[in-house]
Nanobody, 124 residues
Framework: QVQLVESGGGLVQAGGSLRLSCAASGLTFGSYAMGWFRQAPGKEREFVAAISWSGGGTHYADSVKGRFTISRDNAKNTVYLQMNSLKPEDTAVYYC?????????????????WGQGTQVTVSS
């Protein structure tokens, strides 16, 4: 049974930082590209960042480029999202997802498994 469990969300002031983690189990983690998505109230889920199976390739949404960094530790079956210079518009539930692919994708339907999400709230 595949499980993706996000952690690290919380309440932070604008300009602050948070580091999200996603621990994976039940899959060969090193064979999957990993992605982070987010969904704000009343909005559709949107792509945030993705990283290739090796960690050698990354892709970011324009809205987070230069502020967020995705990374992974295949020995720990964990993917991270370091979020700096947070803005109120970053407030959302953040989801990690796994894509059985050698490339990175920003498309929701490419991803095979999803976590339950972790809330990030940025106050102004």
């Amino acid at each position: 049974q595949v499980q993706l469990v996000e952690s690290g969300g919380g309440l932070v002031q604008a300009g602050g930082s948070l580091r999200l983690s996603c621990a994976a189990s039940g899959l060969t983690f090193g064979s999957y590209a990993m992605g982070w998505f987010r969904q704000a109230p009343g909005k559709e889920r949107e792509f945030v960042a993705a990283i290739s199976w090796s960690g050698g390739g990354t892709h970011y949404a324009d809205s987070v480029k230069g502020r967020f960094t995705i990374s992974r530790d295949n020995a720990k079956n964990t993917v991270y999202l370091q979020m700096n210079s947070l803005k109120p518009e970053d407030t959302a539930v953040y989801y990690c997802a796994a894509d059985w692919s050698f490339s990175v994708s920003s498309l929701i339907y490419d991803y095979d498994y999803w976590g339950q999400g972790t809330q990030v709230t940025v106050s102004s």
